[in-house]
């Protein structure tokens, strides 16, 4: 089973203190990926930083995505159901030091799907951590972006060759979706 991730479609980088410049171009692709899975029965996963006061990351990129604030919600495009998970984060990775993990065994998930912000930091960690968990991991090439193109490919190339990512594009994704 796989499950759809949608990491960090928040205020703060999409329009925000981090805004990432090409962040509003992938809500589209992430959308019709979200409705496909909801559709399938596909658990849709929101991974979301919420950082509170002394978090370690905060001394790199200062206040960010503070917890309860307007800043840490996921876009009003991309607004969660009550039937999606929010598994809050205080770190790049959506599984360390998170419920992520429980809530996919939970529901026998074998393939992760990843969409979101940004593709060589947040997408790449979780990544990382699913990978060593025994995930399989699929990358949606057209519903991820990073700071530049460079850092996006290099992110992309990296996750195939290093984790064994299949990198994909949303039509992709949909037709595996509609055949699940």
């Known amino acids: 089973m796989k499950a759809l991730l949608v990491i960090d479609m928040l ?3 999409v329009r925000g203190k981090l805004k990432v410049e090409a962040a509003t171009t992938i809500i589209p692709n992430i959308r019709q990926l979200v409705e496909a899975a909801r559709r399938a029965g596909i658990p849709v996963v929101y ?4 950082h509170e006061p ?4 905060l001394q790199l990129w200062g206040p960010h995505a503070m917890k309860g604030t307007k800043g840490a919600q996921v876009v009003e495009e991309l607004k969660p159901q009550p039937s999606d998970f929010i598994v809050e984060k205080k770190t790049y990775s959506g599984f360390f030091q998170t419920n992520l993990h429980q809530i996919l065994q939970q529901h026998c998930v074998d393939t ?3 969409t979101g912000l940004v593709t060589d930091i947040c997408v790449q960690h979780t990544a990382a951590d699913a990978f060593f968990r ?3 991991v699929w990358v949606v090439r057209n519903a991820t972006v990073a ?3 460079e850092s996006h490919q290099q992110a992309l190339s ?3 060759r290093v984790y064994g990512a299949r990198v ?4 992709d994704m949909l037709q595996e979706f509609s055949a699940s």
């Open 11 to 13: 205020e703060d980088f």
């Open 47 to 50: 991974v979301c930083d919420a």
């Open 54 to 57: 002394g978090d370690p990351e």
């Open 112 to 114: 992760v799907v990843l």
């Open 134 to 136: 025994g995930y399989k």
């Open 147 to 149: 700071i530049d193109e």
């Open 158 to 160: 990296y996750m195939a």
């Open 168 to 171: 994909v594009t949303t039509a």
